[in-house]
């Protein structure tokens, strides 16, 4: 059993008071029945996903290379739907240009209604229709789309652009560029289509942003057979809005929900199988712990090196 934590620690949460005197139980015993396995972190060429987004798709035994990986289509096939037809997520959004910049606001923060985002879809239908794109709404900010241009466009994740300057993580590698003109040509188009369109005159009414863009991501083609991982994985999103909000008290107590919850799941399962993974992330690091039957000799060292989260924690953060 394999759990895998995003944001266990934040790069929002720089000051070691966010962890210290957090009181997580069930981590603190798992981590002193623990050894750290596997260690990973960004370079200075940031790659297009984030660690735990990596971390899941090494399990799931897709290569570990800066290229797509294909959530959108791994979604559709764990729904009873397998094809190898090349997919993506399109997440409605808001583009707040600048003076020298143009950053993407979180999508959630837009609040955006299901009937508001259907709305706004089938303005767009046209348009993505006439590039061979074919979308169905799954939720308000989750729209699948399929089609051959999405086959060979390493896209970064949403989760990575957030809060960022758009243009950098843009489509831009030379095998991409023939596909990202009419992805780039698209996103012009939704922005003159939507600028007076009615939903976001009711927004900017209610002095809401309004959805001028979209974010591509989780593109590419899912290999026949691929996703089954060697052991069960379950990847945590509980920490995931209280970080990116830099919501500290929210951050704190989702974490003390967590350990109640998921991370004691993973304890009681070592417990009664004597094996478990843990894997802890950061927005640029994760490191992998596997937790096992200590021998005598560990039982005693364990004694005088006691593993605290607040140090686990903060090794994530450490540059």
Not at 220 to 248: I, Y
Not at 289 to 315: C, D, G, M, S
């Given at each position: 059993?394999?759990l895998?934590?995003p944001y266990a620690?934040?790069h929002?949460?720089m000051d070691?008071?966010?962890?210290?005197?957090l009181?997580?139980?069930h981590?603190h015993t798992l981590?002193n029945l623990s050894q750290?396995?596997?260690a990973l972190?960004?370079?200075e060429?940031?790659p297009l996903h984030?660690?735990?987004?990596?971390?899941?798709a090494k399990?799931?035994?897709?290569?570990?290379?800066?290229?797509?990986l294909?959530?959108?289509?791994?979604?559709?096939?764990?729904?009873?739907h397998?094809?190898?037809?090349?997919?993506a997520?399109?997440?409605p959004c808001h583009?707040q240009v600048?003076m020298?910049q143009?950053?993407?606001l979180d999508p959630a923060?837009?609040?955006?209604?299901?009937?508001?985002s259907?709305?706004?879809?089938q303005?767009?239908q046209?348009?993505?229709?006439?590039d061979g794109?074919?979308?169905?709404w799954?939720?308000?900010?989750?729209?699948?789309?399929?089609?051959d241009m999405?086959a060979e466009?390493?896209?970064a994740s949403?989760?990575?652009?957030i809060?960022q300057n758009?243009?950098?993580?843009?489509?831009?590698s030379?095998?991409?560029?023939?596909?990202a003109?009419p992805?780039?040509?698209?996103?012009?188009?939704?922005q003159?289509?939507?600028?007076?369109?009615?939903v976001?005159d009711?927004r900017?009414?209610r002095?809401?942003?309004?959805v001028?863009?979209f974010w591509l991501?989780?593109a590419?083609t899912?290999?026949?057979?691929?996703g089954?991982p060697?052991?069960?994985?379950?990847?945590?999103?509980?920490l995931?809005?209280?970080?990116?909000?830099g919501?500290?008290?929210?951050?704190?107590?989702?974490?003390?929900?967590?350990d109640?919850t998921?991370v004691a799941?993973?304890?009681?399962h070592?417990?009664?199988?004597g094996?478990?993974?843990l894997s802890?992330?950061?927005?640029?690091a994760a490191?992998t712990?596997?937790a096992a039957?200590?021998?005598?000799?560990?039982?005693?060292?364990?004694l005088?090196h006691?593993?605290?989260p607040?140090?686990?924690?903060?090794a994530?953060i450490?540059p």
């Amino acid at each position: 059993m394999h759990l895998i934590i995003p944001y266990a620690a934040s790069h929002a949460f720089m000051d070691p008071a966010a962890w210290i005197g957090l009181q997580l139980p069930h981590l603190h015993t798992l981590l002193n029945l623990s050894q750290r396995q596997y260690a990973l972190k960004d370079n200075e060429d940031v790659p297009l996903h984030m660690p735990h987004e990596r971390l899941l798709a090494k399990a799931l035994g897709w290569a570990q290379d800066n290229a797509a990986l294909p959530w959108a289509a791994w979604h559709s096939a764990q729904q009873g739907h397998p094809s190898t037809a090349p997919q993506a997520w399109m997440t409605p959004c808001h583009w707040q240009v600048g003076m020298d910049q143009v950053v993407l606001l979180d999508p959630a923060s837009l609040f955006l209604s299901d009937d508001e985002s259907q709305q706004l879809l089938q303005a767009m239908q046209a348009f993505l229709q006439e590039d061979g794109l074919q979308v169905t709404w799954h939720s308000a900010l989750a729209w699948h789309a399929q089609g051959d241009m999405l086959a060979e466009m390493p896209t970064a994740s949403l989760d990575r652009v957030i809060g960022q300057n758009v243009k950098p993580w843009m489509p831009d590698s030379p095998s991409a560029r023939h596909a990202a003109r009419p992805l780039q040509r698209l996103q012009s188009e939704m922005q003159m289509l939507l600028y007076n369109h009615p939903v976001n005159d009711a927004r900017e009414a209610r002095r809401q942003h309004t959805v001028n863009a979209f974010w591509l991501h989780g593109a590419g083609t899912l290999s026949a057979g691929s996703g089954a991982p060697a052991q069960p994985v379950t990847l945590s999103d509980a920490l995931r809005t209280s970080a990116l909000r830099g919501d500290l008290q929210a951050w704190q107590q989702a974490w003390k929900q967590l350990d109640a919850t998921a991370v004691a799941d993973l304890l009681e399962h070592f417990k009664v199988t004597g094996q478990a993974t843990l894997s802890l992330c950061s927005e640029h690091a994760a490191h992998t712990y596997e937790a096992a039957p200590a021998t005598w000799q560990k039982r005693i060292t364990r004694l005088f090196h006691n593993t605290t989260p607040a140090a686990v924690l903060a090794a994530l953060i450490t540059p």
